[in-house]
């Protein structure tokens, strides 16, 4: 994960992360900008559960293009409050999104075109305080929102950048298309005889993909559908933490800075209390030509 | 709150959940008068049976497992632009008189004296869903005179028609529920009025609690309290009270 991020994601970049929603969302990678001090990013999401938060805590982030700050299950970002009342640790631009349009913003730069137009914003304030948003002739114009780098956690993938995703998958398609690349990281790391025996499954071309880290626990606390639960008391955790300044640095020191990689990390979990042990799989489809 | 909410799921609908109490509120109503709804969620789910699990999320994998569909945000958004969507909810930190929700900044958004987490899917579902419902805390700093910030619009300006001369889809809230009360707008839309008030609670009380002079029906009651069945789904779906509990302090 170092090497990826060191490569691909430098100061001032455009990162598009958490794009399944609450599932997948690549904490460790986030965790590792913060550990390189990466510093003026523009974070690009949905609705960002507690991940953006850290980011921006941290002062990695110059501005927030997303429909939703904070933290899903126990409210509001605190990290992301101070920013945008009191500039700590640093100001934060925010340009407001719905997730519908956050996703057509996606799916416009994804096609190569200016924007794309939708009946969803009409009568919103949030037409006033984000400028790539207007209305005219009775409709919503979406700029095109174009990430330098995608990065999204996947249940497996194979060396060549072929990622099998599966539950939902919120705007990771659009996201990774409209992306100049793609870095994913995966529970497993497979062999290409998996990910295509089931072309259907692969998430984005590999054509987009420039790195795949294997980083089992990756995504941790987010859930991962057939291995891991969400770890609804760490997000509670760092809730409470971050309520103050100082609990933040203290957690972000704890949790990250004193951390050297995601297995570190995970040897610090309780992984018995999330592990999903029950399969329940889905019958194969027979792609059979001849 | 949650077992009055679900009370807004007509048996058949359609109902666009998002995040939070609503996930309970659409298990209950399953669970009891809506046996044949179907739930859909942005993060690219659609469900009939309420998860086997406790959810804290939508994206939990008890939610994903048996789902009727796991798809992208882009394809249950498409089913909502184009009017499928019967009902949806939306929480909110400040709802006005015309049922207007501001998720997004209270104070100058340019420097704002709290910013909020944003609209999610929350403006979506006000423009495209045909009803939707709010459930908020009911304080006079909730329930104020004009929102600082529209993020969802409800009636707007609450002169009549104002929604289809803007071009929104849908037909807007039709009920704010609080702690308190269950509030309901006209069916031409315009300005929240108290239907009924929760048991325990008077209506003083409530008109205390709202930042403007409320409305209140002619016919106002008390709002039937919990079934059996609901609150046996309640226990069920939220066993240690995760969501009932503190629900007031997670809007």
Known sequence: ?290 | MVAVASREIHDGDLVFVGMRLPVLAYAVARNSHAPTARGLFEVGLMRDQPAGGFLGTMGDPPNVAGALWATRMSNVMALMAQGEVDLGFIGGAEVDRFGNLNTSYVGDPRRPTVKLPGSGGGADIAILSRRWVTLISHERRRLVEKVAFITSPGHGDGSPGWRKRNGLLGGGPVAVITTLAVLRFPEEGGEVCVATVHPGHTVDEVLENTGWDLKVSRDVSETSAPTEAELAAIRRFDPDGFWTRSSVTKG
């Open chain 1, 1 to 290: 994960m170092a090497e990826a991020i060191e490569r691909f994601v430098p100061d001032g970049a455009t990162v598009a992360m958490g794009l399944a929603l609450e599932p997948l969302i690549p904490f460790a990678a986030g965790h590792e900008m913060t550990r390189q001090r990466r510093r003026d990013l523009e974070l690009v999401g949905p609705i960002s559960d507690a991940l953006f938060d850290q980011l921006i805590g941290a002062g990695c982030v110059r501005r927030v293009t997303a429909a939703w700050v904070g933290n899903v299950s126990e409210g509001l970002g605190h990290c992301y409050r101070r920013a945008c009342e009191h500039g700590i640790p640093r100001p934060l631009e925010v340009h407001d999104h719905s997730n519908f349009s956050i996703s057509l913003a996606l799916w416009a730069a994804a096609w190569n075109v200016p924007s794309l137009p939708t009946r969803a914003l009409l009568g919103s304030d949030i037409l006033r305080t984000n400028p790539g948003i207007e209305s005219k002739d009775g409709l919503v114009h979406v700029d095109a929102v174009q990430p330098d780098v995608a990065i999204v956690h996947v249940q497996r993938a194979d060396a060549m950048g072929r990622a099998h995703a599966w539950g939902p998958l919120g705007i990771s398609e659009e996201a990774g298309l409209a992306a100049k690349r793609v870095i994913v990281s995966c529970e497993e790391l497979v062999d290409a005889s998996v990910t295509l025996s089931d072309p259907n499954r692969i998430l984005l071309p590999e054509t987009k993909v420039v790195g795949v880290v294997h980083e089992p626990g990756g995504a941790h606390p987010s859930p991962v559908q057939g291995y891991f639960r969400r770890d609804h008391a760490f997000y509670r955790h760092y809730a409470e933490r971050s309520r103050s300044v100082e609990g933040f640095n203290a957690w972000l020191e704890e949790w990250v800075m004193g951390v050297s990689d995601r297995s570190s990390y995970m040897k610090r979990i309780d992984v018995d209390s999330i592990r999903i042990r029950h399969q329940r799989l889905a019958a194969p489809a027979d792609f059979g030509d001849e």
